[in-house]
């Protein structure tokens, strides 16, 4: 089982990236699947979740009205579209799958398996 995170990359402020997370080895369509950062000297936080079959959706609150999260049961991949970027959206971001989670994730500890992450840096 592998979670593949990719997107990541140098960008202005106010520009937008696009992450992806292709999941291999196993379907993960009964799975909340979520994406969590960590910037340098900082502590994990949660950035987004969705549900098994796309229909909710939760944010953290720096991040909300920004950030969008989306996924393809068919294609095994889940994204993340991040615009209006800032500075501080630099970290390296993972996703993350919860297995057989019907509902929504947002603390690290309700998944199961992780990416190995991709690195956002966003200049001012």
């Known amino acids: 089982v592998q979670l593949q995170a990719s997107g990541g990359g140098l960008v202005q402020a106010g520009g937008s990236l696009r992450l992806s997370c292709a999941a291999s080895?196993?379907?993960?369509?009964?799975?909340?699947m979520g994406w969590f950062r960590q910037a340098p000297g900082k502590e994990r936080e949660f950035v987004a979740t969705?549900?098994?079959?796309?229909?909710?959706?939760d944010y953290g609150d720096s991040v909300r009205g920004r950030f969008t999260i989306s996924r393809n049961n068919a294609k095994n991949t889940v994204y993340l579209q991040m615009d209006s970027l800032k500075p501080e959206d630099t970290a390296v971001y993972y996703c993350?799958?919860?297995?057989?989670?019907?509902?929504?994730?947002?603390?690290?500890?309700?998944?199961?398996?992780w990416g190995q992450g991709t690195l956002v840096t966003v200049s001012s």
């Open positions: 080895g196993r379907t993960f369509s009964n799975s909340a």
């Open positions: 969705i549900s098994w079959g796309g229909v909710s959706t």
């Open positions: 993350a799958a919860a297995d057989e989670h019907y509902g929504l994730g947002s603390e690290a500890n309700e998944y199961d398996y």
